[in-house]
């Protein structure tokens, strides 16, 4: 519930580019081959703040930020998704008529935050992330 909290808290802190609260489609965007980002994740699998290096389209890096973070960050480095593949994730609860799949996007069209909640009724199938400091690298 703590990690619900501050993502709300970091969500609503952003730097004013927020585009739209619950777009119905996923805005034109493409993913490069190269960046690196900070997710904040809210799941039963993913919880806590990342750094996230993506290169050639694949996750090679994510370094906790925080206390739950930097004890998963070596666990569970396959968890760790790339931009694309939340935004995978986020069509899918859509397709599956998931009870919550939201998204805010910033004005490229970029996600910076995806709210999911395939059943309300069920516990743990809830997840929430925060897509921070976005920055396009090299290859």
Known sequence: MLVGTVLCATAACGSGELKSATAPS????????SYDYTLTSATSVL??????KVRDGEVVEAV???KDSKRQAHQVLSEVPTIKELLRELAKARSD???TADAEYAADGRPL????DWDKNAIDDEAMYVISSFR???P
């Open 64 to 66: 906790g930020l925080d």
């Open 113 to 116: 935050r995806i709210t999911l």
């Open 26 to 33: 996923t805005p034109a965007w493409q993913e490069p081959e």
């Open 136 to 138: 396009v690298a090299a």
């Open 47 to 52: 919880a806590g703040t990342f750094r996230v």
């Open 97 to 99: 008529d998931a009870d």
